[in-house]
């Protein structure tokens, strides 16, 4: 028998279908439906990676729509190998607000939002996302999973989602800054975490009547692993000539998507990856004159600013921050230890000179000739540390910040930027070419 808090979730889809249809011209994706039709008319192993990454993205979401399916609402960053493990469809709220602001939906939503959150700069991921829910465009949970690791609104957006929708959540408490601390210290810290991911499966269980089983779990973070591997081997070869678009290879944003422990995940980066090596041993894109380190994302409702980049001035990204592994192989004997490790891992929930070390690293690896991030001014961890970066870094490299919004098209202003890109490749020239 049918769960009667999911049967809403049907009515949810078409609400979300009905919206998105009204603010088509708004768009800056093909039109949904036409864009999956176009997938599906293709056969799988024709696919590129981004492709397949869209296809599986949407079938996870449509999946979330089903009264069928058990479906955990999650934080951004919550490792999702024991979701797979368990057949729980995993949703991130913050991760549809982004697809929301392609589909031409955020700013309404983010006003919607803001009406209720009587805010106007938090996170527009997650205001986003409130207005989704008070417009009852989401799928209902069945229950939902935080972390303290790293966004300041998670909590409140799951706590506001839960009474809302009369469902369950858990918490997982990760401490700050584990780069910083001695080995003794470390050791606890990935104890208390392991202990709230054994409390957070018993949590599962009680919510799903089903068991954890650790061999099928073990298989997952076989997956996970070689995921893991294949993506290390496309940020080898992009050290070398630029192979992808920034844009593209941006989307990928290996650390914040919900697909690590699918078989999926493992055929998507093994086929990006014989799609930079095929582009890289013909030589890599055409006109590369400077090569660009990105930090955090880019707005979702307009990409002008990385195709002027790319096309215009023949700058190319070659590594992002949300392109970083930053966790160790996962240990399938010792699932939860490894997991734990992967919470604790995460740079950006750290303290600054680790963020530092790394952009330091990338220079160096990568070869840059620049630096930009862009400040999305709600995000309490990169905004502030974007800036700290690039005071830090002013004598050495031309690093460019960008203030603006990834989700809240409002204040968004293609000429002033250009302007401050404009200048910014000026600096990269006289330092490269001496004019
Ligand atoms: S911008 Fe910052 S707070 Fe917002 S979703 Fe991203 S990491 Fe979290």
Redesign the pocket.
Known sequence: MLLAYRQKRTGQLEAFLALAASRKERSTMKDFSEKISSIAGKEPDKLTAAQKRGSFITKLLMQAYSPNETVVWHS??MPTEIFYAMDIIPFST?MVSAGLAGAGLSKDLVEIGESYTQCNDS????TCAVGAINEDIFPVPDFLITTSQ?????KKLASMSAKKYGRREFFIDVPFGAYSLNNEDYSIARKYVTRQLYEMIAFIEDETGKKLDYDRLAEIIKLSNETRDWFRKVREIRKGPAVIRGAKALDFSSV?LNIWGSNEAVDIFRTLYEEVGRKSSEGGLPNEKYRIGWV??RPYYDNTIINYLEENCGAYIVVEENNYIFWDELDSDNPLESIAEKLLANP?YSDLQIKNRLYSENIEEYRLDGIIGYA?K?????YSALHIASEHFKNRISFLVVDGD?VDPRAYSFPLVKTRLDSFIDSMSIRKDGF
């Open positions: 951004l960053f913050e996170c527009s991921f997650a790293l966004c300041d609104p998670a914040l955090h994302l950006a999305h709600g995000c309490r961890h990169f990834c």
